[in-house]
């Protein structure tokens, strides 16, 4: 069965910190990997990555996919109050038909303390 | 109107009640998609449109019945609910179409649902 982890499931830092977050897989017919952040109600995109090994980067956000392993890290530096959220991870997977389904991870809840 | 937009955004309904949510995407796009996000659980894909074509069923109960007018607009159609079925409900769309490689969702605000 396709899954998406992703660990801690909750952090706490204050801010100015750099956090890590992670995300690993077990999928078939990969397509690509998304981070979204949801903070109230939609989640928002942040990144789609396709290739292993080539950073994205915006802002103090980064992320990295390694196909090879199976696992992608989204890196946050000089955190700060807003950037609490949760963070989703999800792969998206092609079955055969016309359109992609993604597969999301539970998230990881992040608090930013002043 | 801009994005992806749902109404209500938020409804409370009784078991014996039949109720619709209304998804909009203003976006050009031909895929939409239904999600229940319930608390302290991945986020789980219900119901797939592609060109209007429902191309997914993930084993929704039919106590959920979608429909898909158009490439624009998506409904999901509620009746007899169990107060287990009180969620979060996300619409998203994405490009779509035949051979579509990137296909990044943009998503609603939800319709927060509680079943009494």
């Known amino acids: 069965e396709d899954k998406v982890v992703q660990s801690p499931l909750s952090l706490v830092v204050h801010e100015g910190d750099t956090v890590t977050l992670n995300c690993s897989y077990e999928?078939?017919?990969?397509?690509?990997l998304l981070w979204y952040k949801q903070e109230k109600k939609a989640p928002t995109f942040l990144f789609m990555l396709?290739?292993?090994?080539i950073e994205k980067k915006s802002g103090r956000l980064s992320s990295i996919l390694d196909k090879k392993e199976l696992f992608s890290i989204l890196n946050i530096t000089a955190t700060q109050t807003g950037d609490s959220a949760v963070y989703l991870c999800?792969?998206?997977?092609?079955?055969?038909?016309?359109?992609?389904?993604?597969?999301f991870g539970t998230g990881t809840l992040l608090a930013v303390q002043p | 109107e801009t994005g992806v937009t749902q109404t209500p955004r938020h409804l409370v309904m009784g078991m014996t009640n039949k109720k619709s949510l209304k998804c909009e995407q203003h976006?050009?796009?031909?895929?939409m998609y239904w999600y229940k996000q319930s608390a302290k659980k991945p986020l789980e894909l219900m119901f797939v449109?592609?060109?209007?074509?429902?191309?997914e069923n993930n084993s929704v109960p039919s106590r959920f019945s979608p429909e898909c007018p158009n490439s624009s607009h998506l409904f999901l159609h509620l009746h007899t609910l169990q107060p287990e079925d009180s969620a979060l409900y996300l619409c998203?769309?994405?490009?779509?179409?035949?051979?579509?490689?990137?296909?990044?969702?943009?998503f609603g605000p939800g319709t927060r649902l509680t079943v009494l």
């Open positions: 449109y592609n060109f209007k074509e429902q191309t």
């Open positions: 999800a792969v998206e997977a092609n079955y055969g038909g016309a359109t992609n389904k993604l597969i």
């Open positions: 396709t290739s292993s090994g």
């Open positions: 976006l050009g796009h031909n895929a």
């Open positions: 998203a769309s994405s490009q779509g179409g035949w051979l579509a490689t990137y296909n990044e969702q943009f």
């Open positions: 999928v078939t017919n990969f397509r690509s």
